[in-house]
């Protein structure tokens, strides 16, 4: 898959912020999603590349070309502000058109059929946006950017403003129209959920630099560090010895709880392991089972989040566990109970703490 857009080493600083050593690359037909909080640096990173932000050192390039010294209009990036910036006294037609004023788009009569026939626009041509829905001006916003066939479309939280069954219908009917014309997008949000549907890949953000990108099972699954696995909602944390390692199995020494993980890693290197809530089993009774960590314990507490229950239990360290409503009720969970708790060895995901630069030692 041909690579569109490689940000190598990018750095800015605007006032005290600073976009840090950002590198990534968006593939043709791939959607790379930019997830972080409020204040991580992502609208400032997709102004970088629009060029509406100067860069200090590093290089964009767009299909090879080195584009950092091209002024906004020359990059060929589409980019969908969030807050839209439809012309309040244009028609759908005439804010669709609107690029045409400023370049020659050929066949222009012919994208603009096939583009209102896509985003299901035909009746709404000659109304304003303050008459449209969220979801309908989002297509708007999208067929204006479209038309003029840019190389990659950037999204700044496009979605932020509406409802989240509103969001979930208009991100499918987003996703699904770049698929169909195979365009490229980098699309920036802070909620997870939307992360999800969205992103082929995921580059998680914090403080103007990259933390990790992957596919959304390599991020939730094998975070690089605390950061990016709390991001993802509550899992357990443990820091670490690792004791032992035998062909291929580590034991990860937690005060005095033995927690049995994969890797490769020296005798006395300290670790982080991350072991997510619902992976986690519970049973009132031991049994046989191929989970390799087995442990006995007490509930010390429990709460209830929609349609699960998180039950925490002393195995000697705290560890919480995610499980339905009917589990909870079958297990008959109440404080001071004793409970058997089990995951298996792959659900124990380790990283270094001395090798990862985001982990503090």
Known sequence: MKTVLALQNINAQIGT??????????????????????????????????????????????????????????????????????????????????????????????????????????????????????????????????ITDPAIILFDEPTSALSPRERERVDIEIKNILKKLNKPALFITHNVEEAYLMGDRIAVMEKGRILQIGTPSEIFYKPNSETVATFFGETNVYDGVVAEQNEGIVTVKVKNVDIFTLGNFSSGERVKTFVRPEDILLKNRRSMTSARNNFKGRVKDFSFRGPLARVCIDIGIPIVSLITKQSFEELNIKKGKLIYVSFKITAAHTVSIMHSPFLSP
Not at 86 to 100: C, D, K, M, Q, S
């Open 17 to 146: 912020f600073k976009l840090k050593n950002i590198s990534l690359t968006v593939r043709s037909d791939e959607l790379l999603v930019i997830l972080g909080e409020n204040g991580a640096g992502k609208t400032k990173l997709l102004e970088a590349i629009a060029g509406f932000l100067p860069i200090s050192s590093g290089e964009i390039l767009l299909y090879d070309k080195n584009i950092v010294k091209l002024p906004v209009n020359k990059r060929n990036i589409g980019f969908i502000f969030q807050n839209l910036s439809l012309f309040p006294h244009f028609t759908v037609r005439e804010n669709i058109l609107y690029g045409a004023r400023f370049r020659k788009i050929p066949h222009l009569e012919e994208k603009f059929k096939e583009i209102i026939e896509l985003f299901k626009l035909k009746e709404l041509l000659n109304r304003l946006p303050n008459t449209l829905s969220g979801g309908e001006q989002q297509k708007v916003a999208l067929a204006r950017t479209l």
